[in-house]
């Protein structure tokens, strides 16, 4: 629809059969934080890299409320634009193409025939390539939190993690 693919085709596992290789990373990642110690994302971040070669790990924010990665309300945003798709959960493959913009080709199975679904609200209004939704800015925790955190929490994190996972709460 806006010009940056041909074709795209999106297919998913059926329920039950998603032994594949990420499930195997997220195991040795669960296997690896078993056994460590952790008192703050840096210490979470250490535990994914260790656990395996292939597992890279990457903060998408930090304790302070620094956001490395943005956050956009695609919900909000695409709802202008696009119905929703009912029984989305019984198709395990879609095909956009873009000699049909607006409309999504579903199959429940890869033998099944193929369903042309509009999405579109209004064929007159869509999405501009260049436009991208409202960033969404976390809130941060609340002062029940804070001191929730200062008074139940602190007194397990590790040295030098104490003021990262659960800071003074001021006055």
Not at 122 to 146: C, F, H, K, M, Y
Not at 156 to 170: D, E, K, M, S
Request: proline letters at 5%.
């Amino acid at each position: 629809m806006t010009g940056l693919h041909k074709t795209v085709n999106y297919d998913f596992l059926i329920p039950g059969h998603t032994k594949f290789a990420p499930d195997w990373c997220f195991g040795l990642v669960k296997q690896r934080t078993r056994r460590t110690f952790t008192s703050s994302l840096f210490d979470i971040s250490r535990a994914v890299e260790e656990s395996a070669v292939v597992n890279v790990a990457e903060l998408v924010g930090l304790h302070n409320g620094d956001v490395r990665v943005p956050a956009y309300d695609w919900v909000t945003y695409l709802q202008q634009y696009f119905k929703k798709l009912s029984k989305i959960k019984s198709y395990h493959h879609f095909r956009f193409d873009k000699d049909h913009p607006g409309t999504v080709f579903c199959k429940q199975y890869w033998y099944s025939e193929e369903r042309a679904i509009n999405l579109l609200q209004n064929r007159s209004q869509l999405p501009q390539p260049d436009q991208l939704p409202v960033i969404v800015t976390p809130e941060g925790i609340s002062r029940e939190r804070a001191e929730y955190l200062y008074k139940e929490i602190r007194e397990f994190c590790r040295a030098g993690t104490q003021n990262l996972v659960a800071p003074v709460v001021a006055t």
